[in-house]
């Protein structure tokens, strides 16, 4: 499986909240539905008529539930991507309000972890070393250079000695053609 490159980093509050959310979410619905299938005369007495519509709400319920606690994970494995998941963790929490909305804390949970997914800023990245700007691919290289290239020999990387003042005595660059303290043309 291939690592992050945020490594450990993600929005840990957006994660933990969809999850927790999205499962009260899925519990409560799948609760309704149970109740629905198990006590269908009880639940027609309650709501007469209407026995099968709250089961497809019960079933939106259980699919919304399990969609936010996908998203949610996904927030973990995919921390680059924190905004756009937020948005739908979002919107699925709103939605979740018809399926009963995990005895609407559920509902409250999700849509603060989405809130706090959407705010998360994913650390900056250090820039690669080798390679060109923008891509990170280090590029190998052969102890010895490549084999197509024949060694050089190292060049001396002596310093060359400062220059110093005939007037003042004050070391200069060895570059300088006049002297930094007193100005007088360097010999």
Request: positive net charge; contains cysteine; aromatic residues 8%.
């Amino acid at each position: 499986m291939p690592t992050s490159p945020y490594g450990s980093m993600y929005p840990r509050a957006g994660y933990w909240l969809s999850v927790v959310g999205g499962v009260l979410i899925a519990i409560v619905a799948l609760a309704e539905l149970v109740a629905l299938i198990a006590l269908p005369s009880a639940i027609a007495n309650i709501l007469p008529g209407h026995t099968g519509f709250v089961i497809v709400l019960a079933v939106i319920g259980v699919v919304v539930g399990l969609a936010i606690i996908f998203l949610g994970l996904h927030l973990k494995v995919s921390p680059g991507s924190a905004r756009v998941t937020g948005i739908l963790i979002v919107v699925l929490s709103l939605v979740s309000y018809f399926g009963f909305g995990g005895l609407f804390l559920g509902l409250v949970l999700a849509f603060i972890g989405g809130i706090a997914a959407m705010g998360w800023r994913p650390p900056n990245l250090p820039q690669t070393m080798y390679g060109l700007p923008g891509y990170n691919a280090p590029i190998r290289q052969e102890p010895g250079g490549l084999p197509w290239q024949t060694p050089e020999t190292p060049q001396s990387t002596a310093a060359p000695a400062p220059r110093v003042c005939a007037a003042c005595g004050a070391a200069n660059p060895p570059t300088a053609l006049y002297c930094g303290r007193c100005t007088a043309r360097l010999g």
